[in-house]
């Protein structure tokens, strides 16, 4: 599993029968200090993640045992929305906070 953070969307209008429906999201990688590394992944929604949350991704098999993605040409999926990251003791995320900053950036 990788931990990264939605930085972008791709549209495609022509794709696999077995694609369809799904929502294409671009992950960039995240380290420990919550610094976006060079490191990205193309991968299937499953979970109604947007634009910049952090999220994890599963890769390979493991992206094709989702209710969504069973049997599907899935090579990596979004199967969760971060809330809340703990290192050694230390929370270094919190999805409440960054929200709240958000919100107080916009008014």
Do not use: W
């Not at 931990?3 to 549209?11: D, E, P, S």
């Not at 499953?46 to 049997?71: C, F, H, P, W, Y």
């Amino acid at each position: 599993m990788i931990m990264g953070r939605v930085v972008g969307t791709i549209v495609s209008t022509q794709k696999d029968e077995g694609m369809r429906g799904f929502k294409l999201l671009i992950v960039q990688n995240l380290d420990l200090n919550m610094k976006l590394t060079s490191s990205y992944v193309v991968a299937v929604d499953a979970v109604g993640a947007g634009m910049n949350e952090v999220v994890i991704v599963v890769s390979g098999s493991s992206a094709r045992l989702t209710d969504q993605t069973k049997n599907r040409p899935v090579d990596a999926a979004i199967i969760c929305i971060v809330d809340t990251i703990e290192v050694e003791g230390r929370v270094i995320y919190e999805k409440s906070h960054e929200l709240a900053a958000a919100s107080g950036a916009a008014h």
